[in-house]
């Protein structure tokens, strides 16, 4: 597979339920993205992981919970979310974090497919 | 602050018609970059251009021109002779360079939606 992949593509779960978003990017990238991307709402930046390091976290819920394994994977574990918590999730990856690093093309994010995510 | 604002929420057209999708920013920094993505119903934002705010040059590649003019902070996409194949929702994006952790900030989005 190339580029990045979101697994799965659809996911429907109560409010009780406890599942877990996978991202992972073939590009050889080092920066890792999620973000939220509800109706009529810009994308919101959720989290960001840069050689596996959380480097920002934009006053994101604490039922929201991120894991960065390796620079390859991103998860996103979800618990006792809300129904305005229903939304696409997609996730990003970069070469570098910062541009002029390698070269300023380096910085351009490339999106997976993302997660459709119905809280019930 | 940084910030960018797509004006158009939807824009229609009649394939082979050309379109503009406009693109406003403001930011502090003399050091930033724009970005534009396009959303096709898939959902995958699909990168299409990066610009950075000391190259004003306009490009152009193939259907698609972007006019960049820092006078009015604007970052302009035209799609000259629409097919069907580009509706979709296009974003503009801004990224400052000296800020530390610079994540993208999005505008909203405009769809388009081009008609045969």
């Known amino acids: 597979e190339t580029g990045v992949t979101q697994t799965p593509r659809h996911l429907v779960m109560g409010m009780t339920n406890k599942k877990s978003l996978k991202c992972e990017q073939h590009?050889?990238?080092?920066?890792m993205y999620w973000y939220k991307q509800s109706a009529k709402k810009p994308l919101e930046l959720m989290f960001v992981?840069?050689?596996?390091?959380?480097?920002e976290n934009n006053s994101v819920p604490s039922r929201f919970s991120p894991e960065c394994p390796n620079s390859s994977h991103l998860f996103l574990h979800l618990h006792t979310l809300q129904p305005e918590d229903s939304a696409l999730y997609l996730c990003?990856?970069?070469?570098?974090?910062?541009?002029?690093?390698?070269?300023?093309?380096?910085?351009?994010?490339?999106f997976g497919p993302g997660t459709r995510l119905t809280v019930t | 602050a940084q910030k960018v604002t797509q004006a158009q929420t939807e824009i229609s057209v009649v394939e082979k018609e050309d379109v503009t999708l406009d693109c406003v920013y403001e930011?502090?920094?003399?050091?930033?970059?724009l970005f534009w993505y396009k959303q096709p119903p898939s959902g995958e934002l699909v990168f299409l251009i990066r610009?950075?705010?000391?190259?004003?040059q306009n490009e152009i590649s193939g259907r698609y021109s972007w006019n960049f003019q820092k006078s009015t902070s604007s970052f302009n996409f035209t799609i000259t002779a629409s097919q069907v194949v580009d509706s979709a929702v296009y974003f503009c994006?801004?990224?400052?360079?000296?800020?530390?952790?610079?994540?993208?900030?999005f505008g909203k989005g405009t769809r388009l939606s081009v008609i045969a």
């Open positions: 990003a990856s970069s070469q570098n974090f910062l541009p002029g690093l390698a070269g300023e093309s380096s910085y351009e994010q490339y």
């Open positions: 590009l050889g990238h080092n920066a």
């Open positions: 992981y840069n050689f596996k390091e959380q480097t």
């Open positions: 930011t502090r920094d003399t050091t930033y970059y």
């Open positions: 610009r950075n705010s000391f190259d004003e």
């Open positions: 994006a801004l990224s400052e360079a000296n800020s530390g952790n610079t994540p993208l900030v």
